[in-house]
């Protein structure tokens, strides 16, 4: 949670307005730790560390959805997120999906565009009552 939490105000902030990235990652409460474990039920993250200090994870989902993809604020450019979407790319080749799919912050266009995705739509969403825009973004595994 302070991974994404911390990204979001620091990185994400070059691209987005106080008020978004306040609603889109809201300082963290003891209530957010129980959400962020169910939602854990549904998805298989992976996590990427440092010396044992979590620096990158995302979130895979049986439909091939990639949902969160954070690298830690420290940690940006120097290869963590193309390792994290690397395994992603690996484990849905095992599980013989053909299609991963993400909704990519205007920060992270430009990461997912260099590693073959392309852009589906760009949309508003609306986050806590504040718009936001973002990619839909898609990516075809390879058969052989």
Not at 64 to 77: A, E, L, N, P, V
Not at 85 to 99: E, G, K, P, Y
Not at 110 to 138: D, T, W, Y
Request: aromatic fraction near 12%; glycine fraction near 4%; hydrophobic fraction near 40%.
């Amino acid at each position: 949670m302070r991974l994404f939490y911390e990204t979001i105000h620091a990185i994400n902030i070059k691209d987005y307005s106080q008020e978004q990235v306040n609603a889109w990652a809201p300082v963290p409460d003891s209530m957010s730790v129980g959400r962020w474990a169910k939602r854990q039920e549904t998805k298989q993250t992976f996590v990427a560390d440092h010396n044992r200090q979590i620096i990158g994870f995302a979130e895979l989902e049986s439909t091939g959805h990639i949902d969160c993809f954070y690298t830690h604020k420290d940690f940006q450019s120097q290869g963590v997120g193309t390792q994290l979407l690397d395994t992603i790319v690996a484990q849905a080749a095992q599980l013989q999906l053909s299609r991963l799919f993400v909704e990519v912050s205007i920060t992270a266009r430009s990461f997912f565009e260099h590693r073959g995705f392309a852009i589906v739509k760009p949309q508003q969403v609306e986050c806590r009552g504040v718009k936001l825009s973002n990619f839909v973004m898609e990516y075809y595994l390879q058969r052989y």
